[in-house]
């Protein structure tokens, strides 16, 4: 065989060739997408393609730490929301009510070094007191941190915590505030002193089970109805609510944020009827705490297309609170072949195309590929759940773990989906040759998701934690509740 007709390997292509003397750069990573391209003869990529390929839907879930795509809420509330009226002042504008986020409240009172509890528990009762001085009443809602789909996100919220620790009015802490506070014991210890200070100081506390966000609108909407109320809060999910709430009879109702107050119900009134119906659909379905954000497509752009799009009945389904799960998961599949701009085609499908024109084009980044019909199943249900929490303000409306979550040791997680991330004749070509027992990321099976197989060098699938029988099985929880 003559040498210019032999294989040549892909390192080859490092060598940069001439064309008419003139150096040419070739992309060994663009040349080999392309090739995938022009080499296939069968269906073997699209077949596959119908799978993630990934451990998780890289489209909703970030490969750094395998969490939920984080969304950016604040910049949608303020480009959708906020800037719809001029930020007010305040100042000399009394209101009859101010309503405080207590998770909010707790990271804004600078804590010293050798305070006791009771001390610092007085900081926070000042700053209250100062933040309701043009108030006759103040309400302080805290969260209740038990079991709930907001777990994940505390989870990622978390750093460094330290142990579990009682306190004592009389005693001094030594502990650093961050530290103390990414422990959601420790959050519930703290919240039940300063809850017992404000209470005798005639402050209104109120500790939900679950997430606060949805008793905090409740507090507001209920006493709006008699006089003027300010909500203090940072985070956008208690904003949107209000605006989607507010009824035209009530009171003025603001809300407050560090960069400024902004009245509710001229919000309302600067959007159109069709975003006002589906706002919080929209807030969900695009990312939230609960709800993975869509890598590539931003919140704010969505919501815009979302609104002007046709629709209507398939977010429908997400407003209803009779809802099939089954009606669900075909709403939510359409929605994302409207996302990516191919209504009436199969996820599967658009990704094979995308795959196809990205690899002709340069490289290829699995997460703008659509999600598969798998993942984008878990997607809706949970966003489903968190706009059922939202219209009816009652946080665990309905059960997590029938609507995409899972309650693991840690809590509610997120079930990314329940197919397999590859075919079975593609998963055969990942194979470790460890020499112990395959419990940590040294083993190439266990970094990439998949349980050992027969063409594992040593432990053939069998004699390994990371193996597929019920030995395995065991083994490997074991691990993970130690």
């Known amino acids: 065989m003559e040498v210019k007709s032999k294989v040549q ?45 990934t451990p998780f839907p890289l489209s909703l879930f970030s490969n750094k730490d ?92 978390t750093k460094k915590s330290c142990c579990d620790l009682q306190i004592r009015p009389d005693m001094i802490h030594w502990t650093p505030r961050a530290k103390f506070l990414d422990n959601t014991n420790n959050k519930s210890e703290l919240i039940h002193l300063l ?26 909407l209920a006493t709006a109805t008699d006089d003027s109320v300010e909500v203090r809060a940072e985070d956008a999910d208690v904003l949107v609510m209000l605006v989607h709430h507010i009824p035209s009879t009530n009171h003025p109702l603001f809300f407050t944020t560090s960069k400024g107050s902004y009245d509710v119900r001229r919000i309302r009134e600067a ?24 890598a590539g497509h931003g919140k704010t752009t969505l919501f815009d297309r979302f609104c002007a799009g046709d629709i209507d009945e398939h977010m429908d389904i997400f407003l209803d609170t009779q809802a099939t799960k089954d009606a669900v998961i075909q709403a939510g599949t359409t929605i994302f072949q409207y996302i990516y701009h191919a209504p009436g085609t199969a996820l599967g499908e658009i990704r094979h195309n995308m795959f196809s024109w990205k690899a002709a084009a340069g490289l290829i980044k699995p997460e703008t590929l659509p999600p598969t019909e798998g993942a ?17 303000l009652q946080s665990m409306s309905l059960n997590p773990s029938d609507y995409g979550w899972t309650l693991g040791v840690h809590g509610y997680e997120p079930v990314p989906t329940l197919d397999p991330m590859a075919p079975e004749e593609l998963l055969q070509f990942t194979s470790c040759n460890c020499n112990g027992d395959c419990s940590n990321r040294r083993c190439c099976c266990k970094r990439n998701g998949v349980k050992c197989i027969s063409a594992c060098g040593v432990c053939k699938g069998i004699s390994c934690k990371n193996c597929g029988h019920d030995g395995g099985e065991s083994g490997e929880d074991s691990e993970i509740d130690s």
């Open 9 to 53: 390997a892909l390192s080859s292509l490092r060598k940069i060739p001439k064309i008419n003397e003139k150096k040419i750069h070739l992309d060994s990573l663009k040349l080999f997408n392309r090739l995938i391209i022009f080499a296939q003869r069968d269906m073997t990529v699209e077949t596959s393609l119908a799978y993630e390929l």
């Open 376 to 392: 984008a199943a878990k997607h809706s249900l949970r966003a489903y759940l968190q706009t059922q929490d939202w219209i009816l």
């Open 195 to 220: 809850s017992s200070t404000f209470r005798k100081h005639n402050i209104t506390v109120e500790q939900c089970d679950n997430d606060a966000d949805t008793s905090i609108v409740r507090e507001a």
């Open 66 to 157: 395998q969490k939920m795509n984080k969304a950016n809420k604040a910049g949608f509330s303020k480009t959708s929301l906020k800037e719809l009226t001029d930020p007010l002042d305040l100042t000399n504008q009394s209101c009859s009510t101010l309503v405080v986020d207590g998770g909010w409240l707790l990271y804004m009172v600078k804590w010293e070094q050798g305070q006791t509890w009771q001390e610092i528990a007085n900081s926070y009762l000042s700053y209250v007191q100062c933040l309701g001085r043009r108030s006759q009443k103040t309400i302080v809602v805290f969260d209740g941190y038990s079991r709930s789909p907001k777990d994940h996100d505390h989870i990622r919220r």
């Open 271 to 294: 959007l159109s009827e069709r975003e006002r119906c589906y706002l919080l659909f929209c807030h969900a379905f695009t990312g939230c705490d609960t709800v993975s954000a869509i």
